[in-house]
């Protein structure tokens, strides 16, 4: 059975979802280290030190205005004496 091709309507529509799903994941994974620095009673200049990263990316970084790398975080992390674990978790109905 040949696949069905997408249109360029539907192709765009498709890359809008993944976009605006991808910034929610940033948004998220910011707040995250932002609540655990703050636990950690650890500034932003403090972490950004320890992760060898200039401390205004670091707060680009938390306040979810940027993309990083896995590497990044996992710096990030190492800096606040954690580390990063991810999941795979299936979709819904999937």
């Given amino acids: 059975m040949a696949e069905k091709k997408l249109t ?3 192709m765009k529509e498709i890359k809008r979802k ?3 799903e991808s910034q929610e994941y940033i948004k998220t994974i910011a707040d995250m280290i932002k609540a ?6 650890m500034t932003q200049r403090q972490v950004a030190k ?4 200039f ?3 670091y707060a ?3 306040s979810g205005k940027c993309n990083f790398t896995l590497s990044t975080i996992v710096d990030i ?3 606040m004496d954690a580390t990063v674990e991810v999941r795979f978790v299936p979709l819904r109905g999937k």
């Fill in 8 to 10: 360029k309507v539907e």
């Fill in 18 to 20: 993944l976009r605006i």
């Fill in 36 to 41: 655990f620095r703050e636990k950690q009673g």
């Fill in 50 to 53: 320890k992760a060898g990263i």
């Fill in 55 to 57: 401390q205004q990316q």
């Fill in 60 to 62: 680009r970084i938390e």
């Fill in 77 to 79: 992390a190492y800096a």
